[in-house]
């Protein structure tokens, strides 16, 4: 057995909404302002068994830099509700030594000699938004627009923290800045890897279904 290690990097706090027509006209009512537009891919791995995602952990390359995300408490999902809490790794040491913890392996001294294969890979569009701070509030929140190449879009509600302190006002933030945008779903709305993996991958879409982490 490997022992846990504390790895650390930002929580990444969101929740998804489906933006209808002239929703960026809402978004400019809020007085948000664009801060960018981008393009990546994003290619994600797993062992043939997928057992990183049933265990809500998920590993990729966006363009040329690898990724890791996971609930940040053990025994956890990641998915809250309809929001979700993320622990985001971005150096690839941590994510070579959080990745062979979880397949209870000895770490690689480099991500590519695991032998992990790509079970998804598409192309993001991607508008994001600053909203502007909110009377008290202590956190930045961003909207990011996301149009997928597979024809799909959907929006993302999103703040960052440092510390699992911060997580529940963090999720109070964003769910306030739904309600406000008038996108406040009760029920989790499906991402761009959910909808993937739905229409490409069917059997993995159900085992993950079946595990509770989509
Ligand atoms: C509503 C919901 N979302 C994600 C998950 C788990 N999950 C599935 S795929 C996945 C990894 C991709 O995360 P997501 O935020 O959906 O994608 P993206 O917006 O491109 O990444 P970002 O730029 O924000 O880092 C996760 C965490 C879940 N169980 N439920
Ligand atoms: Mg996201």
Redesign the pocket.
Same mark, same amino acid.
């Given at each position: 057995m490997y022992s846990p290690t504390q790895l650390s990097g930002p929580i990444?706090v %969101?929740r +998804?909404f489906v933006p209808g027509p002239q929703f960026e006209d809402k978004l400019h009512r809020l007085g948000a302002k664009l801060q960018k537009e981008l393009t990546f891919r994003?290619s994600?791995y797993d062992t043939s068994d997928c057992r990183l995602?049933l265990g809500?952990v998920?590993l990729?390359l966006?363009e040329d830099s690898w %990724?890791l +995300?996971y609930p940040p408490q053990r025994g956890t999902?990641?998915?809250n509700g309809?929001s979700?809490q993320?622990l985001?790794l971005s150096c690839e040491t941590d994510i070579a030594r959080r990745v062979s913890e979880e397949l209870n392996i000895p770490c690689p001294c480099s991500l590519d000699l695991l032998e992990l294969q790509e079970f998804a890979s598409f192309v993001?569009k991607?508008r994001r938004f600053d909203i502007p701070p909110r009377n008290g509030s202590k956190h930045k929140v961003v909207v990011?627009l996301?149009t997928a190449d597979f024809g799909f879009s959907?929006g993302?509600v999103?703040v960052l923290v440092e510390t699992q302190e911060e997580v529940q006002s963090a999720l109070k933030e964003v769910e306030g800045i739904c309600k406000q945008l008038g996108v406040l779903s009760d029920s989790?709305?499906?991402?761009?890897?959910?909808t993937f993996l739905k229409i490409n991958r069917a059997d993995h879409y159900k085992q993950l279904l079946e595990a509770h982490?989509?």
């Open positions: 990444e %969101e +998804k994003d994600y995602t809500d998920w990729r966006r %990724e +995300k999902r990641g998915l309809a979700t993320y985001e993001t991607r990011d996301d959907v993302e999103e989790p709305v499906p991402g761009k890897m959910s982490v989509l």
